[in-house]
């Protein structure tokens, strides 16, 4: 088979990015939404102190969050 050398590095890169083409295919959100969510993603996780739960805020960001 064609692809990575099963050493585990890349094993969540490529299921993110299964993911990603399953909400596009199934028209669950947009390229520009998975987008805006990554990086609202990035920004909580740099302005949480480590061993704090990650709290993703919906607030300017653009990002819709539903619990």
């Known amino acids: 088979a064609a692809g990575d050398a099963d050493t585990g ?8 990015n299964a993911l990603e083409a399953m909400v596009l295919a199934k028209q669950l959100g947009t390229a520009e939404q998975i987008h805006d969510l990554e990086h609202a993603w990035e920004d909580a996780a740099a302005r949480t102190p480590h061993g704090q739960p990650i709290v993703l805020e919906s607030q300017g960001s653009g990002v819709s969050v539903s619990n």
């Open 9 to 16: 590095t890349t094993y969540y890169t490529h299921w993110l």
